[in-house]
T-cell receptor, first 113, second 114 residues
Framework: DAGVTQSPTHLIKTRGQHVTLRCSPI?????VSWYQQVLGQGPQFIFQ???????GRGNFPDRFSARQFPNYSSELNVNALLLGDSALYLC????????????FGPGTRLLVL | QKEVEQDPGPLSVPEGAIVSLNCTYS??????FMWYRQYSRKGPELLMY????GNKEDGRFTAQVDKSSKYISLFIRDSQPSDSATYLC??????????????FGPGTSLSVIP
């Protein structure tokens, strides 16, 4: 079975630009969560979506937005990029039911110059 | 005080040693506890997933949760060089009517020396 897939794997942008990251969950999973991982730290929660609805949002500015599509895939959008947005962006897939574990994709490594 | 504390290491052990990794937390609402392994430049891989207090064993890995002390541990027996990675503890309140935001520790870097 295919795991969580993310695209692109790497991305280089300049300050002020916009970026869109994509994620496809494990087949049968209806929930997608997004995390930001800065080097040397644990992942920080950005968003969770379940059945196309936003279920939760972490402490990130409004420059960060996301959506989930009818096939449960998801996009994370970041506007007006800052140097501090350079990080590994991780997508996690889960059933969305209480007690369901989250399974991570390989991540998208974003570098903002 | 951070919600989840974890010694960042680095921790270096000889091959075959027993490794003990630990985390403490402050939020008594946490019910689900996880350990992830993350190799360099890769996504975290779920190793262990436990609910509430108690022990869980899977091969060379044992997870322990002590909710009264707000303390969780991961033990690795007969450690191998391939276990060299960063180990992240994570936890969630996972309430039925709310989202299951997972809070991670900063990770412990482990090196197993042949």
């Amino acid at each position: 079975d295919a795991g969580v897939t993310q695209s692109p794997t790497h991305l280089i942008k300049t300050r002020g630009q916009h970026v869109t990251l994509r994620c496809s969950p494990i087949s049968g999973h209806k929930s997608v969560s997004w995390y930001q991982q800065v080097l040397g730290q644990g992942p920080q929660f950005i968003f969770q979506y379940y059945e196309k609805e936003e279920r939760g949002r972490g402490n990130f500015p409004d420059r960060f937005s996301a959506r989930q599509f009818p096939n449960y895939s998801s996009e994370l959008n970041v506007n007006a990029l800052l140097l501090g947005d350079s990080a590994l962006y991780l997508c996690a897939s889960s059933t969305g039911r209480a007690g369901g574990a989250q399974y991570f994709g390989p991540g998208t490594r974003l570098l903002v110059l | 005080q951070k919600e989840v504390e974890q010694d960042p290491g680095p921790l270096s052990v000889p091959e075959g040693a027993i490794v003990s990794l630990n985390c403490t937390y402050s939020n008594s609402a946490f019910q689900y506890f996880m350990w992830y392994r993350q190799y360099s430049r890769k996504g975290p891989e779920l190793l262990m997933y436990t609910y509430s207090s108690g022990n869980k064993e899977d091969g060379r890995f044992t997870a322990q949760v002590d909710k009264s002390s707000k303390y969780i541990s991961l033990f690795i027996r007969d450690s191998q060089p391939s276990d060299s990675a960063t180990y992240l503890c994570a936890m969630s309140a996972n309430r039925e009517t709310s989202y299951d935001k997972v809070i991670f520790g900063p990770g412990t870097s482990l090196s197993v020396i042949p």
